[in-house]
Nanobody, 120 residues
Framework: QVQLVESGGGLVQAGGSLRLSCAAS????????MGWFRQGPGKEREFVGR????????LYADSVKGRVTISRDNAKNTVYLQMNSLKPEDTAVYYC?????????????WGQGTQVTVSS
């Protein structure tokens, strides 16, 4: 059974930082692109960023570019989302996702989400 389990969410003040983790299990994730989506209150789920299997390519949404970094440790089957200079509009449930290959528009697997709340 494939599982993606996020952790690291919480309450932070504007301007602060958080690091989210996503631990994957249940299969080998060799060749999988992994990344993050988020869904704010009353909003559609949106893409945040992704990283390829080798880590050689990352892509970020314009709304977070320059403030977040995605990395991965394939030995631990874990992907990270480092978020800095957080803004109240970053408040959302953050979901980890995995997709085989290079595309990321329709992930194969999803985590259950972790809440990030940024206070002003």
């Amino acid at each position: 059974q494939v599982q993606l389990v996020e952790s690291g969410g919480g309450l932070v003040q504007a301007g602060g930082s958080l690091r989210l983790s996503c631990a994957a299990s249940g299969r080998t994730f060799s060749g999988y692109t992994m990344g993050w989506f988020r869904q704010g209150p009353g909003k559609e789920r949106e893409f945040v960023g992704r990283i390829t299997w080798t880590g050689g390519s990352t892509l970020y949404a314009d709304s977070v570019k320059g403030r977040v970094t995605i990395s991965r440790d394939n030995a631990k089957n874990t992907v990270y989302l480092q978020m800095n200079s957080l803004k109240p509009e970053d408040t959302a449930v953050y979901y980890c996702a995995a997709k085989y290959g290079l595309g990321f528009s329709r992930p194969d697997y999803w985590g259950q989400g972790t809440q990030v709340t940024v206070s002003s």
